[in-house]
């Protein structure tokens, strides 16, 4: 068993939790009840929700802004979209923004017509449950790019200098059955702490470490 795991089957209610980050008073609400015990040394983190975390991911200035579209299951495509404006209709669950999109667009609604009519059908599928999937859309001036790979994001957002960045690669990675449960900052690269299954009864512990560029290791992984 790996030795650092090993310290959250056999004492994690003996272990203190670190300093949790300050959600602010919106989003506590939606955060799970209890702090999962971490390892020494390390930040706990009560939020685990990839959309949130993006919301946190700086952009600029070489983006105006970007957008992580979820689409529900059996969205085909949108309709009434025009290359001048319209609507989109297509199943959207959910939109998060981080940034102005279209904020330096010389034609700002034309811009904004196409991040609305952005699709593809390509994504990650974060929630097998529910058949939903996510991609992005970044925006550089006028030009709506959508982006589905890890590369391409990473090409966007890196070097992974931030925390929300490197929970943002893991969750997409391992999926939003996994909980970030802390982490620990090194000055080339972050070790963070993936739980699966309920707080008071994690399944497993997995510890993954970020590097600046985006690369994902498994350090270490224990099955309760």
């Not at 939020?47 to 952009?59: I, K, R």
């Not at 589905?148 to 059955?177: E, H, M, Q, W, Y």
């Amino acid at each position: 068993m790996p030795r650092r795991l090993a310290l959250l089957a056999v004492t994690a209610l003996a272990i203190g939790c670190g300093p949790t980050i300050d959600l602010g008073e919106d989003d506590r609400a939606s955060a799970p009840p209890t702090t999962a015990p971490v390892l020494e040394g390390y930040t706990a983190v009560t939020f685990e929700n990839p959309y949130y975390w993006f919301g946190q991911v700086l952009v600029a200035p070489r983006f105006d802004g970007a957008v992580m579209r979820r689409v529900a299951e059996g969205a085909t495509g949108p309709s009434g979209c025009t290359r001048d404006g319209g609507s989109a209709s297509y199943g959207y669950a959910q939109d998060t923004t981080t940034g102005y999109p279209c904020a330096t667009a010389h034609d700002e609604a034309r811009c904004r017509a196409e991040l609305t009519c952005a699709w593809t059908s390509e994504g990650w599928h974060l929630e097998p449950s529910n058949g939903s999937r996510v991609f992005f859309v970044f925006v550089e001036r006028e030009s709506p790019t959508i982006v589905t790979s890890r590369a391409d994001l990473v090409a966007r957002v890196g070097p992974i200098d931030s925390a929300p960045k490197a929970f943002l690669l893991v969750l997409l990675d391992r999926g939003t059955d996994a909980k970030i449960a802390g982490y620990r900052a090194y000055p080339d690269r972050f070790e963070v702490l993936v739980r699966r299954g309920p707080y008071s009864a994690p399944s497993s512990d997995e510890l993954v470490g970020v590097a600046s560029d985006g690369t994902l290791t498994e350090i270490e992984r224990h099955t309760n």
